[in-house]
């Protein structure tokens, strides 16, 4: 059994340009989560999808925006990057949608230039 | 504002030794305080703990949560190298803490 399986792994962008990063959420996962964890600090929620919709966002700009496909995958795209935008993305995958563990992805590492 | 607190936020012990990891929370509409391991780059899912008082256990592993108080201790016993780690709490998935940096030496 896959678990959630998160692409790229590493990426370099320039100030400016946007990003779509990808993740498949594990099997029998309905619910896909993404965060983004700055060095040295915890995981910082950005948004949550369930049934192809945002169920819960994080405090996060407009810049940060996803999308959940009939298969429950997902995408997070951020638009006009920042060099603060540098960090791990995770995504999470859990079922059902609230109140449980989530399994996480080995992320993806995003650094602007 | 919600928020999780966790604390110390490194600790250095040696083989054996038993630490505890504590962690406080502000958060509307509280549900659920997870417990994760982080090693490298994917956290890993150690506790759930929904209901006040009742500890759970995994091994060398314990955790328990205050729900009047606000707060959840992990505890680890026996400590191994395996141990070293991040580990994060988080409240209903959605607010997590800056993590307790583990380190155990031989």
């Known amino acids: 059994d896959a678990g959630v399986t998160q692409s790229p792994t590493h990426l370099i962008k320039t100030r400016g340009q946007q990003v779509t990063l990808r993740c498949s959420p594990k099997?029998?996962?309905?619910?896909v989560s993404w965060y983004q964890q700055a060095l040295g600090q915890g995981p910082q929620f950005i948004f949550q999808?369930?049934?192809?919709?945002?169920?819960q966002r994080g405090n996060f700009p407009d810049r940060f925006s996803g999308h959940q496909f009939p298969n429950y995958s997902s995408e997070l795209n951020v638009n006009a990057l920042l060099l603060g935008d540098s960090a791990l993305y995770l995504c999470?995958?859990?079922?059902?949608?609230?109140?449980?563990?989530?399994?996480f992805g080995q992320g993806t590492r995003l650094t602007v230039v | 504002e919600d928020k999780v607190v966790q604390s110390p936020l490194s600790l250095v012990v040696h083989e054996g030794d038993t630490v505890t990891l504590n962690c406080s929370y502000e958060?509307?509409?509280?549900?659920?305080l997870l417990w994760y391991k982080q090693e490298k780059k994917a956290p890993t899912f150690l506790f759930m703990l929904?209901?006040?008082?009742i500890e759970k256990k995994s091994g060398r592993l314990s955790s328990i949560l205050d729900k009047k108080e606000l707060f959840s201790i992990l505890n680890i016993t026996a400590t191994q190298t395996g141990d070293s780690a991040v580990y994060l709490c988080?409240?209903?998935?959605?607010?997590f803490g800056t993590g307790t940096s583990l380190t155990v030496i031989p």
């Open positions: 929904t209901s006040s008082g």
């Open positions: 988080a409240a209903d998935q959605f607010y």
């Open positions: 999808y369930y049934e192809e919709e945002e169920r």
């Open positions: 958060v509307t509409n509280f549900r659920s």
């Open positions: 999470a995958s859990s079922f059902p949608p609230l109140n449980a563990e989530a399994f």
């Open positions: 099997s029998g996962h309905d619910t």
